[in-house]
């Protein structure tokens, strides 16, 4: 056997009120001038407040970037890290979404050599400075992932940029929960989207599989309270530790169909990455059951499926999607249709899917039939 990747985050520490540890967590490394690079969205929460009173709290005087924008923009990249340089910073607190964390990512990579991103493509590396992710949504595993997921801005296409880990993930739940309800369901749908795509991609291992039917219990349990109930801080819980799984289990086996669909379609359309994943899921589990039945079949039955023994591989897939679908509307996934978003917009895009070199890493092959099928099964979750 070849050997298998299996990824271990950099060190995490988790749970409601973690956060209190993130100065002593810094300072017993020497440092004394964090960077919280984030956004407005998470300023507006009063997270960033929040973060810069603990670390005043441990003797840490901080400076805050609170310029991140949507998706991380390669043009975004340079002007953070000239702010990171300007406020003569020894380390970064990464605080935010994926958005801003994939941010900060890149900044810490192009401290002492800068210049536009798209240089670092295809060269992993370590952060050129200490860098500590505290998530501040359950959607991502950005925190825990060794990539940064960037946007061209001229293009809108995304690229993902290495790094070898972070310092220190520090999860507390409790930062999630000014999280609004249509954010949450989606960002809990990117959680599954990675889940399933790990489990059923062609890189799976068995650490990927632990992780990543472990997250799926959690989401089955947790999402639907996070969405009604923002404070609920048990549910809250539950989704950050399945984000987080999720993410590690991807960086073993990766993403695939779903993400590859997500990335051809960030440019034309503009919806949040979670929303797309989610949507892509229940095309993926039917079309997947013809090469992995028994995945599918395990993963709907986490969901409360009552799948046949004898079903056929057919059969498996469409009671999987038809669960996936019902779960979606369970936690008020808007659908592309309710968006304004027509079948025939969505099979206009086959030839940028097409393009995705993620989706070979799907068990079946995508060929351009397979592809349009996949984009026009978006449409049939209705909401
Ligand atoms: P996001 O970071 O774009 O945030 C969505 C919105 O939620 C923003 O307006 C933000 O201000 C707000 N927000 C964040 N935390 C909040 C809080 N606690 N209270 C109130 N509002 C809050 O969304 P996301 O889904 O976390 O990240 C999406 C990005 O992550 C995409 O660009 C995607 O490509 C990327 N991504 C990266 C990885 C990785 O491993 N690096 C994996 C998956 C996705």
Same mark, same amino acid.
């Given at each position: 056997?070849?050997?298998?990747?299996?990824?271990?985050?950099?060190?995490?520490? #988790?749970?409601?009120?973690?956060?209190?540890?993130?100065?002593?967590?810094?300072?017993?490394?020497?440092? =004394?001038?964090?960077?919280?690079?984030?956004?407005? @969205?998470?300023?507006?929460?009063?997270?960033?407040?929040?973060?810069?009173?603990?670390?005043?709290?441990?003797?840490?005087?901080?400076?805050?970037?609170?310029?991140?924008? =949507?998706?991380?923009?390669? &043009?975004?990249?340079?002007?953070?890290?000239?702010? #990171?340089?300007?406020?003569?910073?020894?380390?970064?607190?990464?605080?935010?979404?994926?958005?801003?964390? &994939?941010?900060?990512?890149?900044?810490?990579?192009?401290?002492?050599?800068?210049?536009?991103?798209?240089?670092?493509? @295809?060269?992993?590396?370590?952060?050129?400075?200490?860098? #500590?992710?505290?998530?501040?949504?359950? /959607?991502?595993?950005?925190?825990?992932?060794?990539?940064?997921?960037?946007?061209?801005?001229?293009?809108?296409?995304? #690229?993902? %940029?290495?790094?070898? @880990?972070?310092? !220190?993930?520090?999860?507390?739940?409790?930062?999630?929960?000014?999280?609004?309800?249509?954010?949450?369901?989606?960002?809990?749908?990117?959680?599954?989207?990675?889940?399933?795509?790990?489990?059923?991609?062609?890189?799976?291992?068995?650490?990927?599989?632990?992780?990543?039917?472990?997250?799926?219990?959690?989401?089955?349990?947790?999402?639907?309270?996070?969405?009604?109930?923002?404070?609920?801080?048990?549910?809250?819980? /539950?989704?950050?530790?399945?984000?987080?799984?999720?993410?590690?289990?991807?960086?073993?086996?990766?993403?695939?169909?779903?993400?590859?669909?997500?990335?051809?379609?960030?440019?034309?359309?503009?919806?949040?990455?979670?929303?797309?994943? /989610?949507?892509?899921?229940?095309?993926?589990?039917?079309?997947?059951?013809?090469?992995?039945?028994?995945?599918?079949?395990?993963?709907?039955? %986490?969901?409360?499926?009552?799948?046949?023994?004898?079903?056929?591989?057919?059969?498996? /897939?469409?009671?999987?999607?038809?669960?996936?679908?019902?779960?979606?509307?369970? %936690?008020? !996934?808007p659908s592309l249709g309710q968006l304004g978003y027509t079948r025939e917009q969505l099979i206009a895009q086959t030839d940028?899917?097409?393009?995705?070199?993620?989706?070979?890493?799907?068990?079946?092959?995508?060929?351009?039939?397979?592809?349009?099928?996949?984009?026009?099964?978006?449409?049939?979750?209705?909401?």
């Amino acid at each position: 056997m070849a050997a298998q990747k299996m990824s271990q985050a950099a060190m995490m520490m #988790f749970g409601a009120g973690s956060l209190s540890i993130l100065g002593e967590q810094i300072k017993m490394r020497g440092l =004394s001038r964090p960077v919280i690079i984030t956004d407005k @969205g998470v300023t507006a929460a009063g997270v960033s407040a929040k973060v810069q009173n603990v670390l005043k709290e441990a003797g840490l005087e901080s400076v805050l970037y609170d310029d991140c924008l =949507s998706d991380a923009p390669s &043009d975004s990249i340079p002007v953070a890290a000239d702010a #990171f340089r300007a406020a003569k910073g020894d380390c970064i607190v990464a605080l935010g979404g994926g958005s801003s964390i &994939d941010t900060a990512k890149a900044v810490s990579r192009t401290i002492l050599n800068p210049g536009p991103i798209t240089d670092i493509i @295809g060269k992993p590396g370590a952060p050129d400075v200490p860098i #500590f992710t505290v998530p501040t949504t359950s /959607g991502t595993g950005s925190e825990v992932t060794t990539v940064a997921v960037i946007s061209n801005s001229e293009t809108s296409k995304k #690229f993902g %940029v290495s790094i070898t @880990g972070a310092t !220190l993930a520090v999860v507390d739940p409790e930062l999630t929960m000014g999280v609004p309800p249509v954010i949450t369901a989606q960002t809990g749908m990117d959680v599954t989207a990675h889940a399933v795509e790990a489990i059923c991609g062609r890189n799976r291992n068995r650490m990927s599989d632990l992780r990543g039917f472990e997250s799926l219990r959690l989401i089955v349990a947790h999402l639907p309270a996070a969405v009604k109930d923002g404070t609920d801080i048990v549910a809250r819980t /539950g989704m950050s530790l399945a984000s987080s799984l999720a993410g590690l289990a991807f960086s073993d086996s990766t993403t695939s169909l779903g993400h590859a669909i997500s990335q051809a379609l960030a440019a034309a359309f503009h919806l949040h990455h979670g929303l797309i994943c /989610g949507l892509a899921t229940p095309p993926q589990l039917e079309l997947f059951a013809e090469a992995v039945p028994e995945r599918v079949r395990r993963i709907a039955e %986490v969901f409360g499926a009552d799948v046949p023994l004898d079903a056929t591989n057919e059969e498996i /897939g469409k009671i999987a999607a038809k669960k996936m679908r019902e779960f979606m509307a369970a %936690v008020g !996934l808007p659908s592309l249709g309710q968006l304004g978003y027509t079948r025939e917009q969505l099979i206009a895009q086959t030839d940028m899917l097409m393009a995705e070199r993620m989706k070979d890493i799907s068990p079946i092959e995508i060929n351009e039939e397979v592809a349009a099928r996949a984009l026009s099964m978006m449409c049939d979750y209705e909401g």
